[in-house]
């Protein structure tokens, strides 16, 4: 992480009322965060950003990519980049591959900065 004085999240979430929440979560531990409704606008996002240390996404999501995808292509992009995954779903695809961590749904908005701050402090 750089200089910078807070970590900065992409949270990406299509639905409003749980992005909300899990961004109020990470404002509360200290990220910057950066929103996005799907995979297309977070790469928009992440491309105008300076810097991003972690991912959190949903896996189901609108659009032609899904945050598994997403997560392949930013890890591709970025090495350094943590990556928080979650879905109410289970994940029907193999992803050992993608060093991330998961997190089922419902959570509790709390989890998932904790486990982002976890990340960052390894």
């Known amino acids: 992480m750089s200089n910078r004085a807070k970590p900065v999240v992409l949270l990406v979430e ?3 009322l749980i992005r909300m929440l899990a961004v109020e979560a990470f404002l509360d531990t ?16 992440y491309a105008a950003a300076v810097e991003v240390h972690v991912l959190f996404t949903d896996v189901n999501m609108p659009g032609e990519m899904n945050g598994i995808d997403l997560a392949e292509h930013l890890k ?3 090495p350094d980049l943590h990556i928080i995954i979650t879905s109410a779903l289970p994940i029907l695809r193999p992803v050992d591959h993608l060093p991330a961590t998961f997190v089922t749904k419902p959570y509790d908005p709390e989890t998932i900065s904790r486990a982002a701050l976890t990340l960052l402090a390894a």
Do not use: K, N, S
């Not at 200290?30 to 996002?45: M, T």
């Open 30 to 45: 200290g990220f910057e965060v950066l929103e996005a409704e799907h995979a297309g606008e977070a790469l928009l996002r």
């Open 14 to 16: 299509d639905e409003t």
């Open 76 to 78: 591709a992009a970025a």
